[in-house]
């Protein structure tokens, strides 16, 4: 009898996305919460928000253009309440300081006055 020898390797695959099956479970959920929030906070702030997207990224939670549409990791619906509003507002406050200057923390202080305890969490945990 011939001898085989299988040899399993283990292969690393590059992602540059997240994974598909838990976008698909999540997508909605993550966008319900994303329009909620965003409705709620900017009664207090009045930007104007062109649009919302829920994206399936390997590293940000969230993201904003100059043309105001926010872009939003699906992972916010799994986040507690609190990083996940922070994440909103962050990105909402870009519509008013599009960067990240004392201006623009003093504008995220205004809804959360802790942000610099969630942002460093939200700095641990991995996306
Ligand atoms: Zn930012």
Redesign the pocket.
């Known amino acids: 009898m011939r001898k085989f020898r299988i040899v399993w390797r283990r292969v690393k695959v590059k992602r540059k996305k997240g994974n598909a099956l838990e976008y698909k479970k999540y997508k909605e959920a993550a966008r319900n919460l994303a329009d909620n929030r965003i409705s709620y906070y900017n009664k207090l702030y009045g930007f104007a928000v062109n649009g919302v997207a829920i994206k399936n990224a390997k590293t940000r939670w ?3 253009s100059k043309k105001g549409n926010l872009n939003f990791n699906y992972k916010i619906a799994l986040l507690p309440e609190a990083m996940a509003d922070y994440v909103i507002v ?2 909402l ?2 519509l008013g300081e599009f ?2 200057s004392k201006k ?1 923390w003093d504008l995220v202080g205004v809804a959360i006055p802790n942000h610099k305890l969630l942002r460093k969490k939200i700095q641990n945990i991995k996306l």
């Open positions: 969230g993201s904003c962050h990105e406050c870009h960067n990240h623009f």
